[in-house]
């Protein structure tokens, strides 16, 4: 996994506040291995052609990359009119912001990490409501109904977000940005006209594949001796630990009664009131963080 350069400047930052020089110099060498990875250039693979459909079997030696923090899978190849990028996403919670909020790829024809040339796919839309299928363990996971039983966080597995996330292909559309000769604009997915192909789908496995085929000449380049910069971003879920009030970790069940003996306490009543993330039924309710990721790689584009 690309480590974050930011995060460890902190982290390097602190080291030498705490003049911790043994971890300062380790850090330094992973901050000089993490550069070296960034500005490394990986050669694209030259295929004859893809077919842009949302399976992997063209793919099978190809997806040779996989990044920790966003858990995608992925690779690259091209010929002399298109550069072809796959995927794979098998993490049903990433697989969710996949259909909420999209997955973009960046084109930098400088080889930097420049964002002004992206195709999105599938354009942003409202997160498919798991919570009027019965075949989900506790629909009320979404806030759809509210009973007296504890809450329970079971997430959808990646099997279930296939069935509820089918959708008709044709209704689908793809953003395309700042590409020479292509308008700005949403197209319709893999429609035979549009100049960028896009589609995405399942495989038997329940794993959510992504195909782009980018046309070579939508690139500002005169050649492609040099690297060019390929981006991706896709939201991230985490889920936060939850704590009680004024730090501290919710308690593990048993202990000693409320404070204020047998009848006091809070209230009059013997009972402490549940914190702010806690339920009535005495279930913790986790804070979730949703945020953007994105990441680079240089690439060469492969000759015939």
Not at 234 to 256: D, L, R, S, T
Not at 280 to 299: C, D, E, N, R, Y
């Amino acid at each position: 996994m690309p480590i974050s350069l930011r995060s460890l400047f902190k982290t390097i930052s602190k080291m030498i506040r705490n003049k911790n020089w043994i971890a300062f110099a380790i850090s330094l060498t992973i901050l000089y291995s993490s550069v070296l990875q960034a500005a490394k250039k990986h050669p694209s693979h030259f295929i004859s052609t893809i077919q842009v459909d949302g399976k992997s079997t063209e793919w099978d030696s190809l997806l040779n990359y996989y990044n920790s923090e966003t858990k995608i899978q992925y690779g690259f190849a091209n010929n002399q009119q298109y550069l072809f990028v796959c995927v794979k996403i098998f993490d049903a919670d990433q697989q969710m912001q996949f259909m909420h909020s999209g997955l973009k790829i960046f084109i930098d024809e400088k080889g930097k990490r420049n964002e002004l040339n992206y195709v999105k796919i599938p354009v942003e839309k409202p997160m498919p409501d798991f919570s009027k299928h019965d075949e989900m363990p506790h629909p009320k996971n979404f806030g759809a109904r509210r009973t007296e039983q504890p809450i329970n966080f079971e997430m959808p597995d990646s099997s279930q977000i296939q069935r509820l996330s089918k959708t008709d292909a044709t209704k689908e559309k793809l953003e395309v940005v700042g590409f020479q000769n292509i308008p700005n604009g949403e197209f319709v997915l893999n429609e035979q006209r549009n100049p960028i192909k896009a589609f995405y789908d399942w495989d038997d496995f329940h794993a959510l594949i992504c195909e782009f085929a980018i046309p070579l000449n939508a690139f500002n380049i005169a050649d492609f001796t040099k690297p060019i910069g390929l981006g991706f971003e896709i939201n991230v879920m985490e889920m936060e630990e939850p704590q009680m009030p004024g730090g501290g970790m919710p308690p593990m069940g048993g202990g000693a009664p409320p404070m204020g003996g047998d009848g006091g306490g809070f209230g009059g009543g013997g009972q402490m009131p549940p914190p702010p993330n806690m339920n009535g039924q005495g279930a913790f309710i986790p804070k979730i963080k949703i945020s953007a990721k994105t990441f680079w790689q240089k690439i060469l584009i492969a000759k015939r």
